[in-house]
């Protein structure tokens, strides 16, 4: 026992230990940093950078500025930082990475920011000024550069980004092509889940790894929605960041996203077969048996399921103090898949006093399909006759007996 907690100890640090990919250097153990020494303009410097899912070097304290003079050492060269100015006002000169202003920090040298000279900026390296920052014009002044991207952990994946590996469909020639269903599958397979983007960096990563590749125009990417546009992230992370064209159509319930200029998404019909791209945490081991079904929502609050504004796709509920039926509860589950699929409630379970419980199953327009008052053996199986079940649940509060769970699957 003892052993294994040690060899895990052992294993966990091995993975967390933080490195750089694509030839970047872990600077301060935070910041992956590369010198860019050719002289460029400030456009160019932006788009190499955001190649890599990054951005200028963002510096937001004394620590960082010396860190990254240091990093440039002695090359003499002045180069682009990660700040632009909107004004002479240093609050209006905003951090490359979208997360905040120089306000807090800068290190302007006297007379500057001075957006006559230019709303963008760059560090000088030598002389007086070496460390100090200085306007310059955006597309007239050509400067070195410095990227940084974010540190990820070791993983022997080909595309590993701030702690994810990203497997597309292409690199795969047996399913290179698949509707939505079966690359979620594909994914799985990987223990991956079809990708959840979190950031315009993070989409600037992967669109150069499809515009690099150069093998389609659009692929699809782990996005639902419900109609009006309500999407959500089949990996159950947050909608932080969202890149939905602004041409989108309103027909299509999956998401794909374009390979083009603008790496926009648009919805697009789930059972059209698509490229797709598949994402993981670094460092996870895959065995050969899949992952169980992921509950393919907004996790409810309530494990159980009870009284959940919409469980979507799969997923398991139970009456509210499984395997218990105290104390007494009034519950109401809603299911539902996409509109060119059934569902399938499989009770597990179905264990409860007979007097006062009564739990209904309702198909999608709302007639009963069955009424369940005791326990059964085996439990019973129902099916939806299109694309929404409804349950509501009463079980009374009886010592001994476990109340319900079942599993539900679309098909
Ligand atoms: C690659 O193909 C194999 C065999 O069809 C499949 O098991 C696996 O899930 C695929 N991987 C990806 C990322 O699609
Ligand atoms: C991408 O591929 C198409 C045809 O497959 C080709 O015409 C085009 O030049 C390629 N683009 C790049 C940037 O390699
Ligand atoms: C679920 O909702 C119903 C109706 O709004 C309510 O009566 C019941 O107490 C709720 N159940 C729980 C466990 O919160
Ligand atoms: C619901 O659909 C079933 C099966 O098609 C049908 O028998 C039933 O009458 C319908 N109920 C209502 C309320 O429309």
Same mark, same amino acid.
């Given at each position: 026992?003892?052993?294994?907690?040690?060899?895990?100890?052992?294993?966990?640090?091995?993975?967390?230990?933080?490195?750089?990919?694509?030839?970047?250097?872990?600077? #301060?153990?935070?910041?992956?940093?590369?010198?860019?020494?050719?002289?460029?303009?400030?456009?160019?410097?932006?788009?190499? $950078?955001?190649?890599?899912?990054?951005?200028?070097?963002?510096?937001?304290?004394?620590?960082?500025?010396?860190? &990254?003079?240091?990093?440039?050492?002695?090359?003499? !060269?002045?180069?682009?930082?990660?700040?632009?100015?909107?004004?002479?006002?240093?609050? =209006? $000169?905003?951090?490359?990475?979208?997360?905040? =202003?120089?306000?807090?920090?800068? #290190?302007?040298? /006297?007379?500057?920011?001075?957006?006559?000279?230019?709303?963008?900026?760059?560090? *000088?390296?030598?002389?007086?000024?070496?460390?100090?920052?200085?306007?310059?014009?955006?597309?007239?002044?050509?400067?070195? @550069?410095?990227?940084?991207?974010?540190?990820?952990?070791?993983?022997?994946? *080909?595309?590993?980004?701030?702690?994810?590996?990203?497997?597309?469909?292409?690199?795969?020639?047996?399913?290179?092509?698949?509707?939505?269903?079966?690359?979620? %599958? %594909?994914?799985?397979?990987?223990?991956?889940?079809?990708?959840?983007?979190?950031?315009?960096?993070?989409?600037?990563?992967?669109?150069?790894?499809?515009?690099?590749?150069? &093998?389609?125009? %659009?692929?699809?990417?782990?996005?639902?929605?419900?109609?009006?546009?309500?999407?959500?992230?089949?990996?159950?992370?947050?909608?932080?960041?969202?890149?939905?064209?602004?041409?989108?159509?309103?027909?299509?319930?999956?998401?794909?996203?374009?390979? /083009?200029?603008?790496?926009?998404?648009?919805?697009?019909?789930?059972? %059209?077969?698509?490229?797709?791209?598949?994402?993981?945490?670094?460092?996870?081991?895959?065995?050969? +048996?899949?992952?169980?079904?992921?509950?393919?929502?907004?996790?409810?609050?309530?494990?159980?399921? $009870?009284?959940?504004?919409?469980?979507?796709?799969? /997923?398991?509920? +139970?009456?509210?103090?499984?395997?218990?039926?105290?104390?007494?509860?009034?519950?109401?589950?809603?299911?539902?898949? !996409?509109?060119?699929?059934?569902?399938?409630?499989? @009770?597990?379970? @179905?264990?409860?006093?007979?007097?006062?419980?009564?739990?209904?199953?309702?198909?999608?327009?709302?007639?009963?399909?069955?009424?369940?008052?005791?326990?059964?053996?085996?439990?019973?199986?129902?099916?939806?006759?299109?694309?929404?079940?409804?349950?509501?649940?009463?079980?009374?509060?009886?010592? /001994?007996?476990?109340?319900?769970?079942?599993?539900?699957?679309? @098909?």
């Amino acid at each position: 026992m003892l052993v294994l907690i040690l060899l895990s100890l052992v294993a966990s640090s091995v993975s967390d230990t933080l490195i750089c990919t694509n030839g970047f250097t872990l600077v #301060n153990s935070a910041k992956c940093l590369k010198l860019y020494s050719i002289p460029s303009r400030h456009r160019y410097a932006e788009d190499t $950078c955001g190649s890599f899912g990054g951005t200028l070097v963002t510096i937001r304290n004394a620590i960082d500025n010396r860190a &990254v003079s240091t990093f440039v050492g002695n090359t003499g !060269l002045s180069y682009w930082i990660g700040v632009f100015c909107l004004s002479n006002d240093p609050s =209006t $000169c905003y951090l490359d990475d979208d997360q905040g =202003t120089a306000s807090a920090y800068s #290190n302007f040298a /006297g007379g500057f920011p001075n957006v006559d000279l230019g709303g963008c900026v760059y560090s *000088a390296a030598s002389g007086t000024l070496a460390g100090k920052w200085i306007s310059g014009e955006c597309e007239d002044v050509e400067m070195a @550069f410095v990227c940084e991207i974010p540190p990820t952990r070791a993983d022997p994946c *080909a595309h590993n980004y701030n702690g994810y590996c990203y497997l597309p469909s292409h690199e795969n020639a047996t399913s290179a092509s698949l509707p939505f269903t079966s690359a979620q %599958a %594909a994914c799985h397979q990987n223990c991956a889940e079809l990708v959840s983007i979190h950031s315009p960096r993070e989409n600037a990563y992967i669109q150069n790894l499809y515009s690099t590749a150069n &093998v389609t125009s %659009a692929f699809l990417i782990g996005a639902l929605t419900t109609a009006p546009l309500t999407p959500y992230w089949i990996d159950q992370s947050r909608w932080d960041y969202g890149h939905v064209s602004p041409r989108s159509g309103s027909s299509g319930s999956c998401f794909q996203m374009s390979t /083009g200029i603008d790496g926009t998404w648009y919805q697009v019909d789930c059972k %059209a077969s698509q490229y797709f791209l598949c994402k993981r945490p670094t460092g996870t081991v895959c065995n050969s +048996t899949p992952p169980p079904p992921v509950i393919v929502t907004p996790a409810p609050t309530n494990p159980s399921g $009870c009284n959940s504004t919409s469980l979507f796709d799969s /997923g398991y509920i +139970t009456s509210p103090s499984y395997p218990s039926t105290l104390p007494a509860h009034y519950c109401v589950y809603y299911l539902s898949t !996409l509109g060119a699929y059934r569902i399938g409630l499989y @009770f597990t379970e @179905f264990n409860a006093y007979q007097s006062y419980t009564s739990v209904n199953v309702y198909d999608s327009n709302g007639s009963r399909l069955a009424t369940l008052t005791s326990s059964y053996s085996p439990p019973p199986t129902y099916y939806s006759t299109s694309n929404k079940m409804t349950i509501s649940s009463y079980v009374s509060n009886s010592v /001994g007996y476990r109340g319900w769970a079942a599993k539900f699957l679309s @098909f």
